[in-house]
């Protein structure tokens, strides 16, 4: 499947943005979701995961109650909307996608992940 990343720019420290990621040439539906980011000199994290319903996901401590993800197995696009967004979240935002097997224990891993996208860089100034 190939993926594509879009909605990243410069922001303000507690501003918002809502990354998108489009898929191509698999069944969307069969893939579980998640975003990772990597900052400057850092290892890419785990940011969030969601199930091919949409109905379940996963964050990381850091950014429960401010970031969301979401999916459109119609559009076959998943999204991530960022609030009250920090400095210290200024990274290349990467969409992936695993199997829809799964378990959500594994999602956080990024070895997991089978496809890629991109990226696109958020930039949040103080």
């Known amino acids: 499947v190939q993926l594509q990343a879009s909605g990243g720019g410069l922001v303000q420290a507690g501003g918002s943005l809502r990354l998108s990621c489009t898929a191509s040439g698999r069944t969307f539906s069969d893939f579980k979701m998640g975003w990772f980011r990597q900052a400057p000199g850092k290892e890419r994290e785990f940011v969030a995961t969601i199930g091919v319903s949409g109905t379940s996901t996963v964050y990381r401590d850091s950014v429960k109650g401010r970031f969301t993800i979401s999916r459109d197995n119609v559009k076959a696009a998943v999204y991530l909307q960022m609030n009250s967004l920090k400095p210290e979240e200024t990274a290349v935002y990467f969409c992936?996608?695993?199997?829809?097997?799964?378990?959500?224990?594994?999602?956080?891993?990024?070895?997991?992940?089978?496809?890629w996208g991109q990226g696109t860089e958020v930039t949040v100034s103080s």
């Open positions: 992936a996608a695993a199997p829809a097997s799964l378990g959500f224990v594994y999602a956080r891993f990024r070895a997991n992940y089978n496809y």
